[in-house]
């Protein structure tokens, strides 16, 4: 690797429509929320303003309409120094949208309308090959077809890439993408889904990631909000503890988490300190409002890290 590590993220980006209330109301009911605020969101354009902003070099893969939402949600990530050359503006349906409810909490409930993200196709694959050699790591989710992630996850891995799938929001996909990726990290609702258990403790969780983990991988990390996180291994598995913050706002919290994990994993750092500063960012984030906005700087992560561990 050189002084800057490369990072690849193929995912979604949305525009975010964020309504605060002091709860969710009944059906049937309308309730007057707090505030309302439009921020950038997406969980591929939240992954590579976290690899930017942590200072590391982040080329965004996806689409946005041709509309308003589309030209702000570009203008934002050029603002966090996200390279935007492989995103196409695609005239044939909208920006992607969420929904999201925020609780006085943070705590948050979203509802997602994929547009255009949707139409990733062998148009993005391409875009992503001609990148893919130069880059060190490949980060992946599920806003854009899953057959996308699975093509170019079996090309990083044939051309020896540290690969992170985030499989969120959790949906259908082929199990062959198990076959080519180093990493997953699913949040606890997503692990539930993919093992079909509940998970009830940080020791359940740990238990969770060892039935997820398989040969061809190198760990399962469970996120579990401020809870921390859980994780196995081929050598060994455990838990670490979360940071306590006041929280303001979740959304992007996994997000950052991921961006700071890969970074520190594909550095070489062992899994459990790579974790914990991977908790870190998390922290970091729900103390701010918004998505790309909460993605901690260098600068502050490692002053949290310093002050904190």
């Not at 992946?140 to 020896?160: M, Y």
């Amino acid at each position: 690797m050189g002084l800057l590590m490369r990072v690849v993220v193929i995912g979604g980006i949305n525009m975010d429509l964020v309504v605060e209330s002091s709860r969710m109301p009944r059906p049937g009911e309308t309730l007057v929320g707090t505030r309302f605020f439009k921020t950038y969101g997406g969980k591929g354009a939240n992954q590579a303003t976290g690899i930017a902003k942590l200072g590391e070099r982040a080329l965004l893969v996806g689409r946005v309409g041709c509309d308003s939402f589309g030209e702000e949600l570009r203008d934002g990530l050029n603002l966090h120094g996200v390279d935007t050359s492989q995103i196409k503006s695609d005239s044939s349906g909208s920006s992607g949208i969420a929904v999201i409810t925020i609780e006085p909490d943070g705590q948050n409930r979203i509802i997602q309308i994929p547009g255009v993200n949707d139409n990733c196709n062998n148009e993005e694959l391409e875009r992503t090959l001609r990148v893919l050699t130069e880059a060190d790591v490949l980060m992946l989710q599920l806003e854009v077809p899953a057959w996308v992630s699975i093509a170019a996850a079996k090309v990083a891995r044939s051309l020896g890439k540290v690969v992170l799938f985030n499989p969120a929001p959790i949906k259908p996909f082929s199990e062959e993408i198990y076959s080519y990726i180093d990493y997953m990290t699913p949040n606890e609702v997503e692990a539930e889904a993919l093992l079909g258990e509940t998970i009830q403790s940080m020791g359940s969780a740990a238990n969770a990631a060892k039935k997820l983990l398989l040969p061809t991988m190198r760990a399962v990390i469970i996120t579990l909000g401020e809870s921390g996180a859980c994780f196995a291994s081929h050598d060994t598995a455990g838990c670490v503890p979360g940071f306590p913050v006041k929280a303001v706002d979740t959304v992007g919290a996994g997000d950052a988490f991921n961006a700071a994990l890969v970074l520190g994993l594909a550095s070489g750092d062992p899994i459990k300190k790579a974790m914990i500063r991977a908790n870190a960012a998390g922290a970091l984030a729900v103390t701010k409002p918004g998505a790309q906005e909460s993605m901690p700087l260098l600068v502050e992560l490692d002053s949290y890290m310093s002050d904190n561990t």
